[in-house]
């Protein structure tokens, strides 16, 4: 849910501010991410350029799009932020080929499971801490797991690690 400040300040915006917003909303954008990005990048852009929101130059539903892949693990939230930097710079790129050509291979469940094994044994005070009922503590590993591969799908490494320590098979 959208917070009362967060409405706020985009109906402040004027209505074409707010039918932007609703289009992408229309268009599958998840209402946080939606609201985040309207707060974060859209109205930064609008302001840095001294533009109204008639001559942004990503169309709502190219946007919502981009918001859509980021909630699927399709891309992620840096790899998105490139992906807005080349749609702002260039009116004819086309948003699902950006995606692609930015999507995050998918890591193999062998991959996964092995990276999984080793971060749960190079960390037991997050074993110990899911075990104890802090699920919570598993997001320490994310990280880790990027660093030390880039392809880690941030949820799968979650849940995969999740399983592993309360002994659920794949």
């Known amino acids: 849910a959208m917070r009362d400040i967060d409405a706020e300040i985009l109906i402040a915006q004027g209505n074409r501010v707010a039918n932007y917003f609703e289009e992408m909303i229309r ?5 946080k991410r939606a609201t985040s990005w309207m707060l974060q990048d859209v109205l930064r852009v609008m302001n840095d ?13 190219s946007l919502a799009k ?3 892949a980021i909630e699927a693990s399709t891309i992620d939230t840096n790899r998105a932020r490139e992906i807005f930097q080349k749609m702002l710079e260039s009116t004819d790129a086309n948003v699902e080929s950006l995606i692609t050509q930015y999507s995050t291979p998918s890591m193999d ?3 996964l ?14 074993v110990l801490k899911v075990q104890t009922g ?12 990027k660093k030390k591969n880039p392809q ?6 979650q849940d995969r690690c999740l399983a592993i320590i309360l002994g659920q098979s794949s």
């Not at 350029?49 to 539903?61: C, G, L, N, Q, V």
């Not at 499971?113 to 997050?126: H, I, R, S, T, Y």
């Not at 802090?134 to 797991?145: D, F």
């Not at 880690?152 to 490494?157: C, F, H, Q, R």
Request: charged share 15%.
């Open 66 to 68: 981009l918001l859509v």
């Open 49 to 61: 350029r001294s533009i109204s929101i008639d001559h942004f130059p990503i169309a709502s539903a």
């Open 113 to 126: 499971n092995q990276l999984c094994q080793e971060l749960l044994a190079a960390n037991p005070d997050v």
């Open 134 to 145: 802090n699920s919570k503590a598993i997001g320490a590993l994310v990280g880790q797991a």
């Open 27 to 31: 268009n599958g954008a998840p209402a």
């Open 152 to 157: 880690a799908d941030p949820k799968a490494v």
């Open 109 to 111: 469940q062998d991959s």
